[in-house]
């Protein structure tokens, strides 16, 4: 799933940071799941998670028909997505940048070291 979503993202030239949140908004959510995820609740949380963070980050976001045919090839009606991002959302508790991605990380961690290396 996780190289799907790069390669979708990437190919739509979306931002790193719109892959890293997409990725962490998963794992948040799949972390609050009891039961495991079929393939199709993957799939369609993948697109959900690609659209809110692209929403979330870039300039210009990705847009519904083009989640719906491009990216889901007509496999999940925008109703059902929509719900999907209703209850990712829900589940979150609307907090979606309250922890760093990795991104973030490495971008703070690097620059700290760095600036160590040469006082």
Known sequence: MIDWIFEVLTAFGMSE??????????D??????PNCLG???????????MFIASKYEDITPLFM??????????????EQILRQE?????????????????LEFLERYLSHQYFLAYP
């Open 65 to 78: 028909p083009t989640i719906v045919t491009r990216i889901g090839h007509d496999r999940f009606p925008k």
């Open 86 to 102: 209703k209850e990712l959302l829900g589940t979150l508790r609307f907090k979606l940048a309250s922890v760093p991605t990795v």
């Open 28 to 33: 948040r959510y799949i972390s609050q799941m």
């Open 17 to 26: 940071q719109t892959f890293f949140l997409s990725v962490q908004f998963m």
């Open 39 to 49: 393939l199709d609740q993957l799939h369609i949380l993948g697109i959900t998670s």
